[in-house]
């Protein structure tokens, strides 16, 4: 089913396996460090080889990662965004050292250098993390934002124009439901759905589109606030995560909804049932 949250490393990598297995999922994200700090972690091989095994001991059968919030690649203060080329390298190293075929990305935010040129800026850092971690499989999806703030990503063009510049297969799209609703997307009916689909296959193409975040949205259509809510509880409603779950049966889906109380249990158990 390709269908996960994303877990919990705190007291170590190993613990993500017992949130996984209490869940009965075969995917999920991790942060592979504290998501809060510039500071980075190093993976070991001894590391390594435990995560891997321990992945095919959970039938794991895909595991990423979410890079830390504090990349901006974009950023106009020259320290912020040398450092966030170094933090999303390292990141990318951790996450082959580890097997974890993707990290997840927010692009960047065009705060006093404007829309055009913060994509042409994220493009030229993703060039350079690309050239640093040459040879490794690792993919870097680009996760379409809700468009708060000055936030780029929350039109598919603007990931479209990134992917142009910074063109590699090693470049992909991770969906986030909540954010294409909160951004304008009205994904809420089948006919919308499939619209929005269409400008994703037809910009970007739906082959480049590796991982789903399932996310309900606390805000309106066109809010432009990124908040997310529990699956049906929400803004969009339970129909398009139906879409979803049976248009996406091999792309990985995690939710990155609040874990409170059985939480999870609960929107995994709605999500299996819509895949019927």
């Not at 994303?6 to 007291?11: D, E, L, Q, T």
């Not at 040398?82 to 190293?93: D, P, R, W």
């Not at 499939?194 to 193409?205: C, H, N, P, R, T």
């Amino acid at each position: 089913m390709l269908l996960g949250v994303h877990c919990s490393i705190s007291g170590g990598y190993e613990n993500a396996f017992i949130e996984a297995e209490r869940l009965g999922i075969d995917t999920f994200q991790i942060f592979t460090k504290n998501q809060r700090q510039w500071k980075e972690r190093t993976v070991s091989d001894e590391e390594g080889k435990k995560f891997k095994l321990l992945m095919k001991q959970h039938a794991i059968k895909i595991a990423f990662s979410h890079a830390t919030y504090l990349i901006n690649l974009s950023s106009a203060d020259e320290n912020i965004a040398k450092n966030s080329i170094l933090a999303l390298a390292a990141e990318v190293i951790r996450c082959e050292k580890l097997g974890l075929k993707y990290v997840v990305l927010h692009p960047g935010s065009s705060k006093e250098i404007g829309e055009e040129n913060a994509i042409i800026k994220i493009s030229e850092g993703l060039l350079k993390v690309l050239k640093h971690t040459e040879g490794m499989k690792t993919k870097i999806l680009l996760e379409n934002t809700a468009g708060q703030g000055s936030s780029i990503g929350w039109k598919f063009e603007h990931i479209m124009e990134i992917m142009d510049i910074a063109s590699s297969e090693r470049v992909g799209l991770c969906l986030d439901t909540c954010h294409a609703f909160a951004a304008g997307y009205d994904i809420r009916s089948k006919a919308g759905f499939d619209s929005m689909i269409e400008k994703i296959d037809k910009l970007i193409g739906l082959k480049r589109l590796y991982v789903i975040h399932v996310n309900d949205s606390r805000t309106m259509l066109g809010s432009r606030v990124d908040r997310h809510e529990h699956i049906g509880k929400g803004q969009i409603g339970l129909d398009l995560f139906g879409y979803v779950m049976k248009f996406f049966p091999l792309t990985p889906k995690v939710l990155e909804t609040n874990k409170e109380g059985d939480m999870d249990i609960k929107n995994l158990a709605t999500l299996r049932s819509l895949e019927i």
